[in-house]
């Protein structure tokens, strides 16, 4: 990873992430910035802050599904993830770290298109088998393959390192960036850092 | 209350309810609304959610602090609460309501003056006599009748009663607007709710 690069820490489970999982790429060419996506998985952060997710949280829970829906009128994208979202993606983030160590190009690719997938609510991102799938499409290699690298206790550790690493590094929420030392939390942070970027810091 | 005003719910111990008050009546006059200010206790609603105050939040908190200076840095203002921020400001959201009561036109004055002061260190909202004392420099009462009004138990149970109302209406946060029964939770959704009231809802 390079120093200049943006992390993009996000849980697929997530739903403002998903909304920045769609311009994130496009805000990285703007400002000549290489976006390195980072699933992890936020439960660890909670058990730091003592945090509920947004949809098991009352009250917030009904405003965040009004949120989103709203912000995705909006920007005219789908909103539909699966009714028992949200899911524990854990399988899905483990087959993006594989799918990075073996063909790194095609990492971004693949979240973004478990995000699409996920809120079109036709991808099973806690399913080992429905994930390896899904990344055979993407990476062109055979879902058996795909399937066993996701079940290597190597990966699993290091997916579990990841975490840790992401909640070490202040990261408590999702999406949550890191540019040039500085944190950014949440999809509506975004055009702040552009500007911080931009601007050089202030 | 008419029906096109725009409520803007917070608590004066909110750092982003600061930012939002310094902005929310220009907002008002762009898209042709009356701002009506509702201070409220916001741990009314954290004995909902489960939440906790992101200043007590692990994580959270530090974020929190850096993200209110970055704000404050990049929109010029000052941000120095009081070394034992947030503190609660039961005082001075009941001086706001009897401000209301008897000079409807200068609670939002005094509220917006009680956000300057607080946030530059000056002025301690947990304190009757400080809120009173301030609240005198904003309606020309007697510094003394407005102790008595503050103290006075019919007062202290509508300020209650507010707090309820807000949490009862779906107010779990702050800044937190509703407007032709619409919700927008946050100081970062300001933009969105300006969008929103200009193109007649989506």
Do not use: C, N
């Amino acid at each position: 990873m390079s120093p200049t690069d943006i992390e993009f820490w996000f849980d697929f489970s997530s739903g403002y992430a998903y909304f920045a999982a769609l311009d994130v790429e496009a805000l990285g060419r703007r400002v000549g910035r290489r976006m390195r996506w980072r699933p992890f998985m936020l439960g660890t952060a909670f058990k730091v802050t003592g945090a509920r997710g947004l949809s098991s949280t009352p009250m917030k829970s009904d405003y965040a599904r009004r949120d989103w829906e709203r912000i995705a009128r909006e920007k005219g994208v789908p909103f539909a993830p699966p009714d028992d979202h949200p899911k524990v993606a854990l399988a899905a983030t483990r087959a993006f770290y594989w799918i990075e160590a073996h063909d790194q190009d095609r990492a971004a690719t693949f979240a973004a298109s478990v995000f699409r997938a996920y809120y079109a609510g036709a991808l099973d991102t806690s399913s080992p088998e429905a994930a390896a799938a899904h990344a055979a499409e993407i990476v062109v290699a055979v879902p058996v393959e795909l399937a066993a690298g996701i079940a290597d206790p190597a990966l699993k550790d290091a997916v579990r390192a990841t975490s840790e690493e992401a909640v070490a590094r202040g990261v408590f929420g999702s999406p949550f960036f890191i540019v040039d030392g500085e944190p950014f939390w949440g999809w509506d942070r975004m055009a702040m850092m552009e500007r911080w970027i931009v601007s050089g810091g202030w």
